[in-house]
């Protein structure tokens, strides 16, 4: 393996390289340090652009929009504080229902070792479930979605309800947000 700028010496990296959650060294400024096989793997297998994704690359840029900042002070927070961060987030296609967990664990100063594990995945049997538009459209015809849990804000009430048909296909003109049970994990 070739030498790292600033890495970590008790990290096993072989150790890693051979864990079946994707994992990777993340820089506290969001540049992916280092990133183990299965981390490349799920990237390949779900299409990404493997540049993208790799060594040098920005962690913070995996997320959309809004919720970008959210991860930024997720990392901060966990190295300040010196503390693991848990997060729950779905991520489901048409034929499977899948949630992800992901892990924050600082590392010194430096960063955070970020660690995404499949929790539930099962094919899909229940029918997914649409809803109104008009109904969660707010005053600027947008509607926001929370990038961790896939809830969509209704209207410009704070209520957050699951709508399953829109976590696979989005409705036009959707911005991403944080809901307020996923956003306190971090506070
Ligand atoms: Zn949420």
């Known amino acids: 393996m070739n030498a790292m700028r600033g890495r970590p010496s008790e990290l096993d990296f072989d150790l890693l390289d051979a864990?079946?959650?994707?994992?990777?060294?993340?820089?506290?400024?969001?540049?992916?340090?280092w990133v183990n096989r299965a981390w490349l793997a799920f990237g390949q297998e779900n299409g990404a652009d493997m540049r993208a994704i790799s060594a040098g690359t920005s962690y913070f840029a995996a997320i959309a929009g809004d919720a970008r900042p959210w991860l930024v002070r997720a990392v901060e927070a966990c190295i300040e504080g010196d503390r693991i961060l848990e997060a729950?987030?779905?991520c489901s296609s048409r034929s499977q229902v899948r949630t992800f967990r992901m892990r924050l664990l600082p590392y010194h100063d430096i960063g955070v070792l970020a660690e995404h594990s499949l929790r539930v995945g099962r094919p899909r049997v229940e029918p997914l479930v649409g809803a109104d538009e008009r109904c969660y459209r707010n005053a600027q015809g947008v509607i926001v979605m929370c990038s961790n849990c896939r809830r969509t804000l209704r209207g410009d009430a704070d209520v957050w309800d699951f709508v399953s048909q829109w976590t696979v296909e989005p409705p036009p003109r959707v911005s991403h947000g944080i809901c307020g049970v996923c956003s306190s994990y971090f506070y």
């Open 19 to 33: 864990d079946p959650a994707s994992i990777a060294l993340v820089r506290r400024d969001g540049t992916i340090e």
């Open 88 to 90: 729950d987030y779905e």
